[in-house]
């Protein structure tokens, strides 16, 4: 960028080479002002912000139900974001979880569908692991394409998402058609022992846990294990790490695949746990959430419980201000402010702002300040 | 460094208080109607699957809800965009706590409305379109294939190359009858007309409505029907100079020159009448089927190129069929394999037509999408 010359001063912006990691507090900064840029919509739709936020504040925490509410939301964006988070620690960009979340869904209803009349734990197990291996299998097709025949991954896995969701379209509307259903697409409904058991009276499932459980096993592998040690190294220097003698193309098939996993758990947990039977309106676009509920927690699992109960928290309150007037797509425009910001200031804080004064004397600038801003 | 840090929060706190400030001068008129007082009245909610500016099947839901409004002179909220899945129950749900009676307004919306009515048992549903019910969750629609028939009549009438397109939406027994009466009414007139149908697998989808459409006409057929809520469809009949026929409103002004007519909904009459019977306590849930006599379905106004004698043609059949004199289902009626399904003298109970999956003589096109 060309520098500013004002009143004697050169005013440039340049790589700050010293900020490597924005402090956490930007990230609550952020969601702040994004929440501000929002507000000035409502304004301009005619309702008060703060009537706005109050209401969707109530609407997601401010009742038991509308908690587990929330914290339903939540269940398959943290696993998402979690299994997305992983891949980006190390750089893959793996835009897929929405396609792999479907293949993890769709496997685990297969399970529903050909094994029927099976015990609650063993369905539900077997369920857990079709739908692991399913979102798995799905991510390795990136995998392969990325570390073997270099194929960009974010083209790969976003193309894959919609490949998933018409075989899902597929299925629902012809093959696994519910025969009592009057044609309408959607399999039947699961019989209990298919559906994970939730909370008396509301609808928060054992999902929860799973996607809890899932959280802290990824903490601990990635910080006591020597897996979890060369998944570090290669996150800080992939350079480093390949000079270090480390198979690079198998740590990223390793890290695609449990990445994929985790999304078609959430896949088998929306199924099992809230919808009860696979029909085509089984994404709600989890997937492409859970890119933001990874960024918003710069990648951190217990980061991602937070985050991923705000994205629940923003989804379950959006419809409740449709009441004072609000259009549905607030809420998806929280969202997306939300990322903005926070993507946002993360460039902001690699760069700063150097002011030099110059000197009138021919080829001799000294610097005399310094202002770093964000 | 920590002084760094202090002076980047006060810039930051002090842009976000202004802002604060900023947004805090809105006027709180929005609080006033959220304190709606308790009264006598019920308090009612609405569900939409699409937008209220959809133009269609929920614009039309909507019309009944500010006939309501009106007749009740108090405010009935609604919830657009909901969508047929798992988010729809929590909708639902968080409605029940603080309204009466709900009234949601798709077929996909059933067994999530089904699943909340057993939650609050004091609260009354109502679902359009479905065919589920419970003590105090009922449905109610109105015999849409009437105003279908008569839409065939006059669309059988005008077609020249005897190839007619129709767009439907999911092939469940709501479009399968639908496209039933209007083949029916089209070959009541012209035995050689067929009717081609396309599946959108959407109730909404203008884009793909549109391209469906651009395929139909480039296939000859010369009236486009199109049951989906957006007018994308007859606009391209407007484009191509040949007929179009839409679905829940009127769509003239979309395409004038092309309109015909097609079926419409008048919801308010019925929701106005079901909720003085939960008022006055004589409501018991269960079915309620309208139909051209109570003025829930009609016949949207001819477009103005339609022919008159084809007009008078369809009103004299709107006339025999309100007066009870004739039933769009009676017999002789053959499937498209050519089996007798209705004999003659025979005629489809109400029930039946709720259910109905096949097709009758004279339509092309997958059962399954």
């Not at chain 1, 010293?18 to 507090?25: A, D, F, L, V």
């Not at chain 1, 063993?122 to 073997?148: N, P």
């Not at chain 1, 993360?346 to 300040?369: A, D, G, L, W």
């Not at chain 2, 005897?162 to 029916?184: D, E, H, M, R």
């Amino acid at each position: 960028m060309r520098p500013l010359y004002i009143a004697g001063k050169k005013i440039s912006i340049e790589k700050d080479p010293i900020s490597t990691k924005t402090p956490w507090w930007m990230t609550v900064i952020a969601v702040v002002l994004a929440l501000v840029f929002c507000a000035g919509f409502m304004l301009l739709n005619g309702n008060n912000p703060i009537t706005v936020f109050s209401k969707m504040f109530s609407g997601a925490f401010g009742s038991l139900y509308g908690l587990s509410e929330t914290l339903l939301k939540a269940i398959p964006l943290m696993l998402c974001g979690l299994g997305v988070a992983i891949a980006y620690r190390i750089s893959v960009w793996n835009i897929g979880a929405e396609g792999q979340f479907v293949m993890g869904a769709i496997a685990a209803t297969s399970i529903t569908i050909y094994y029927p009349g099976m015990g609650a734990f063993s369905s539900i197990t077997l369920m857990l692991l079709a739908g692991f291996i399913a979102g798995a299998l799905w991510a390795l097709l990136v995998a392969i394409c990325r570390s073997y025949f270099d194929v960009n991954e974010v083209i790969c896995s976003l193309m894959l998402n919609y490949i998933a969701i018409l075989f899902l379209s597929f299925l629902v509307f012809e093959p696994w058609k519910d025969p009592n259903g009057f044609n309408f697409p959607g399999t039947a409904i699961f019989s209990s022992s298919q559906k994970l058991p939730a909370l008396d009276d509301l609808r928060l499932h054992l999902g929860f846990l799973i996607a809890l459980a899932a959280i802290l096993l990824y903490a601990v592998l990635v910080k006591f294990t020597h897996w979890g040690y060369q998944l570090r190294l290669l996150s800080a220097n992939a350079n480093a790490a390949r000079y270090a003698g480390m198979n690079v193309k198998r740590q990223i098939i390793i890290v695609l695949m449990i990445s994929g996993g985790l999304a078609g758990i959430a896949g088998m947990v929306e199924v099992s746990g809230v919808t009860h039977r696979l029909s085509q309106g089984v994404t709600s676009g989890y997937g492409y959430t859970a890119i933001i509920v990874a960024w918003l927690a710069r990648l951190n699992p217990i980061g991602i419980v937070i985050s991923s109960i705000l994205c629940g928290a923003v989804i379950v309150g959006g419809y409740s201000v449709q009441l004072i007037g609000l259009p549905a797509s607030m809420a998806l425009m929280i969202q997306g402010a939300i990322l903005f910001f926070v993507i946002g200031g993360e460039v902001f804080s690699q760069y700063r702002i150097r002011v030099e004064t110059i000197s009138p004397k021919k080829n001799e600038q000294t610097s005399s300040s310094k202002v770093e801003v964000l | 460094m920590i002084k760094k840090i202090f002076i980047k929060s006060v810039i930051c706190a002090g842009i976000i208080s202004s802002a604060l400030a900023l947004t805090g001068c809105g006027d709180s008129k929005d609080d006033m109607s959220l304190v709606a007082a308790k009264s006598d009245s019920p308090d009612i909610a609405f569900l939409y699957i699409g937008t209220v500016g959809d133009e269609g099947w929920t614009y039309e839901h909507n019309r009944g809800r500010l006939y309501l409004e009106e007749k009740l002179g108090k405010k009935v909220d609604f919830v657009e965009n909901v969508p047929e899945n798992a988010d729809a129950e929590r909708i639902i749900s968080q409605l029940a706590q603080d309204h009466d009676i709900i009234f949601a307004t798709s077929f996909g919306h059933m067994d999530y409305i089904l699943n909340s009515s057993k939650r609050f048992p004091k609260v009354k549903f109502l679902h359009a379109a479905g065919y589920k019910s419970s003590t105090n969750m009922g449905n109610y629609f109105g015999k849409n294939w009437e105003a279908s028939y008569l839409t065939g009549i006059a669309a059988g009438s005008v077609s020249k190359t005897n190839k007619i397109g129709y767009l439907a939406s999911f092939p469940i027994p709501q479009l399968v009858y639908n496209i039933n009466a209007f083949t029916l009414g089209a070959r009541s007139v012209n035995e050689d007309i067929e009717v081609n149908v396309i599946w959108n697998n959407s109730w909404y989808d203008p884009a793909n409505e549109r391209s469906a459409a651009i395929s139909m006409a480039d296939e000859g057929m010369d009236v486009l029907v199109s049951y989906p809520d957006s007018p994308a469809t007859i606009k391209v009949a407007q484009e191509r100079g040949i007929w179009g026929v839409g679905n829940s409103t009127s769509m003239a002004h979309y395409a004038p020159d092309a309109y015909i007519t097609n079926p419409v909904w008048n919801w308010g009459v019925y929701y106005e009448k079901v909720v003085e019977e939960i008022k006055a306590g004589t409501w018991e849930g269960g079915s309620y089927l309208g139909g051209l006599k109570d003025g829930m379905v009609d016949l949207a106004e001819f477009g103005k190129n339609v022919p008159e004698p084809v007009k008078a043609l369809v009103n004299k059949e709107k006339k025999r069929i309100i007066s009870g004199e004739f039933n769009i289902f009676s017999g002789p009626i053959k499937d498209r394999d050519g089996l007798e399904r209705v004999g003659s003298g025979e005629k489809i109970s109400d029930e039946d037509v709720l259910t109905m999956n096949w097709f009758v003589e004279g339509v092309k096109g997958s059962l399954s999408n």
